[in-house]
């Protein structure tokens, strides 16, 4: 089987910086993502990590433990777009999907 | 890059019809291409897999002969909602993985937002 764990929701300020963890337990692991998700739209990928480690991409970070079951998406620079919902999602077989992280960025 | 495109994107229809969803990979072959459905703010939901000249997987619980899956070519895959009732009313998501490199990344289509009145 396969759980995914992230927070429901968060809201951070214009600017700030927010991480955004997902806890994971799967009988195997062959990558984890990140996709960002408007409301009403399909998800865009942003992040992949498959070795322990730290994955930066512009504002966009993504660190990875694989002993630990464990991932956080980083953000810097918040922008009012940043506003959605938040993916992580776990491929063994499959890729499953957490429930999301719904992030409110506020002025 | 490599563009998913999903159609239609919106769809009203009465119970009892049938509905077909389209998937295209336009700019790759895609091999296996995925059909998630989502509920409000619920996460994506996988359905199926679908794979290029055979059966499409139905993951546990998703009646087969309900969501009929089609992938009879390397960029497009179909998704018939038999008999639609207002139940099955939700955002139907497709993605296509683009096989090769590292990442396997998937591109996912821009959804079909189905109405079941």
């Known amino acids: 089987g396969q759980n995914i764990d992230q927070p429901t929701e968060m809201t951070a300020t214009e600017g700030a910086i927010v991480q955004i963890n997902c806890t994971y337990q799967t009988s195997g692991f062959n990558g984890l993502f990140w996709y960002q998700q408007h409301a009403g739209e399909a998800p865009t990928f942003l992040s992949y990590?498959?070795?322990?480690g730290l994955e930066e991409k512009g504002r966009f970070s993504s660190f990875l433990s694989r002993s630990k079951g464990y991932s956080y998406l980083l953000l810097k620079e918040l922008q009012m777009k940043d506003s959605a919902s938040y993916l992580c999602?776990?491929?063994?077989?499959?890729?499953?999907f957490g429930a999301g992280t719904r992030l409110t960025v506020k002025p | 890059g490599a563009v998913v495109s999903q159609h239609p994107s919106r769809v009203i229809c009465k119970s009892g019809t049938s509905v077909k969803i389209e998937c295209r990979s336009l700019d790759f072959q895609a091999t296996t291409m995925f059909w998630y459905r989502q509920f409000p703010k619920q996460s994506l939901m996988l359905m199926a897999t679908s794979n290029e000249g055979s059966k499409a997987t139905y993951e546990q619980g998703v009646e087969k002969d309900k969501f009929l899956i089609n992938h009879a070519s390397l960029t497009l895959s179909t998704l018939t909602v038999t008999s639609a009732h207002p139940e099955d009313s939700s955002f139907y998501i497709c993605s296509a993985r683009k096989t090769g490199g590292t990442k396997n990344i998937q591109y996912f289509g821009a959804g079909t937002r189905l109405s079941v009145l």
């Open positions: 999602a776990v491929r063994d077989r499959l890729k499953r």
């Open positions: 990590n498959v070795l322990d």
